[in-house]
Nanobody
Framework: QVQLVESGGGLVQAGDFLRLSCAAS????????MGWFRQAPEKEREFVAA???????YYAGSVKGRFTISKDNAKKMVWLQMDRLKPEDAAVYYC???????????????????WGQGTQVTVSS
């Protein structure tokens, strides 16, 4: 019912920046928490950032101060601006959306019903 497509990943050097994009379609964007998660090989999926319908933002401690999540409800777009990238940021990054009735913050992968295909971010030192 909701399709999410990420883009913007790539290969960068430590200290560089990237902006990831997530385009939503299918059903209403209204009411959902939108999140970014990442997963490195043989690691669990890790919370990165979330933005609620009202616009409140939340970040993992490892990225706070470097990453910024934003959205445009009319365009059904979500972005993740990643600055001062570190090698440990390398992972596949996923965009995710909750159901419209979700009332939490969205820290957990299990909170999300819809996921994009992922976009690879590689950071070299």
């Amino acid at each position: 019912q909701v399709q999410l497509v990420e883009s913007g990943g790539g290969l960068v050097q430590a200290g560089d920046f990237l902006r990831l994009s997530c385009a939503a379609s299918g059903r209403t964007f209204n009411g959902r928490v939108m999140g970014w998660f990442r997963q490195a090989p043989e690691k669990e999926r890790e919370f990165v950032a979330a933005i609620t319908w009202s616009g409140s933002t939340y970040y993992a401690g490892s990225v706070k101060g470097r990453f910024t999540i934003s959205k445009d409800n009319a365009k059904k777009m979500v972005w993740l601006q990643m600055d001062r990238l570190k090698p440990e940021d390398a992972a596949v990054y996923y965009c995710a959306a909750t159901v419209t009735t979700y009332t939490g913050i969205g820290y957990r992968a299990d909170d999300y019903a819809y996921w994009g295909q992922g976009t690879q971010v590689t950071v070299s030192s």
